[in-house]
């Protein structure tokens, strides 16, 4: 079964000392911060699938939109677990 598109996540980037601060009023919890924005970037799939899952009982993949650093931080693609 391919997959598809199910929603996308809204994820919010401000800079602080420094540090790339993430977050995203879609997935409560959400808060990852980095000095290396590439770096967070590639971390966040795998975080906001944990959290839906736990939190929700929400099974996903979870896939940026574009690689890093072409990708703005705005926002990533949800697609359904295979």
Known sequence: M???KLNRV???HRQRDGYHLLTSPDVPG???SSKDLARA???LPGL???LLY???GIACRVELSAPP???PPSEIE???AA
């Open 10 to 12: 809204r994820i919010r």
């Open 54 to 56: 736990a939190n929700r």
């Open 41 to 43: 970037l590639l971390q």
């Open 30 to 32: 959400l808060l990852l």
């Open 48 to 50: 906001i699938e944990t």
């Open 78 to 80: 949800l697609l359904p």
């Open 2 to 4: 391919a997959s598809r």
């Open 69 to 71: 650093p072409v990708l």
